[in-house]
């Protein structure tokens, strides 16, 4: 994908380590300069940003903390300014799935989820689009002025028990870019989103083996996914390649959604 990216600026929110980790080294392959989103884990987006430096790209972590709605609007601006006022892509990753009964659960709780990963998403997908439109028009060699792809989840249209909250969350994430499509397309700005199965991480085979051997078992390609699946799927929707691409949730899970449930 060398050079599918060139002049780029993209911004990846929660980018220090799994699926965002993935995202932002295959968007700085590609060409991108890469402005790499953190909360708390400074230290893994520096290791992300010194792999892009080290194979010769451009990249800078940005802290913020996007339940924030100032924090979420700065973070786009301090990117921007970064990339010499230009922002041309935005990926909405960051977000949380926590495990808990909806019986029980908190009106608190339930915000907590859909802050971190609906509210997030308006309000850096609201800023981006201004950013984008005061920009200097280099969205890509097609004319466009940006892209923006939202990561939302294989469970946004198939829950899963214990996530009520994370589903609800994701289904709504799906929706926001559908709309966001219609609304910003006159702009020369495109909106999708992208919808992981599951992702590989240290740890998780031990942690969850019922779950990992059961998905095994389902998915027709025999294995989970990795970060780079999405980050590969992210790239072309900020590429050209996807320049009449817009309002679509791209699933990226080995297949699994297709197996029948009886």
């Not at 609007?73 to 230009?86: F, I, K, S």
């Not at 919808?195 to 779950?211: F, V």
């Amino acid at each position: 994908m060398s050079g599918l990216l060139d002049g780029q600026v993209a911004l990846v929110t929660g980018a220090s380590a799994g699926i965002g980790r993935g995202i932002a080294l295959r968007f700085a392959e590609a060409g991108a300069a890469v402005a790499v989103h953190y909360r708390t884990d400074a230290e893994g987006a520096r290791e992300v940003v010194g792999l892009i430096e080290d194979a010769g790209g451009s990249a800078v972590a940005l802290h913020a903390e996007l339940t924030v709605e100032a924090e979420c609007r700065r973070l786009v601006r301090e990117a921007a300014d970064w990339g010499g006022g230009t922002l041309t892509a935005l990926v909405d990753n960051a977000g949380v799935q926590p495990v808990q009964q909806l019986p029980g659960m908190t009106l608190a709780d339930w915000r907590a989820v859909v802050d971190a990963n609906l509210s997030s998403v308006f309000a850096c997908t609201q800023t981006a689009v201004e950013v984008m439109r005061e920009g200097d028009g280099r969205g890509g060699n097609d004319g466009s002025r940006g892209s923006i792809t939202h990561i939302a989840s294989i469970e946004g249209t198939h829950p899963a028990p214990m996530h009520a909250h994370y589903s609800a969350s994701k289904a709504a994430v799906i929706m926001h870019a559908r709309s966001a499509a219609l609304e910003y397309g006159p702009y020369g700005i495109r909106v999708n989103s992208v919808s992981p199965g599951l992702i590989d991480r240290e740890g998780l085979a031990e942690a969850w083996p019922d779950g990992v051997r059961r998905w095994q078992q389902a998915v027709p390609t025999g294995r989970l996914g990795r970060p780079e699946d999405v980050g590969d799927a992210c790239v072309f929707l900020a590429s050209p390649m996807a320049s009449w691409i817009t309002g679509h949730n791209l699933v990226v899970d080995g297949g699994v959604s297709a197996r029948p449930t009886w």
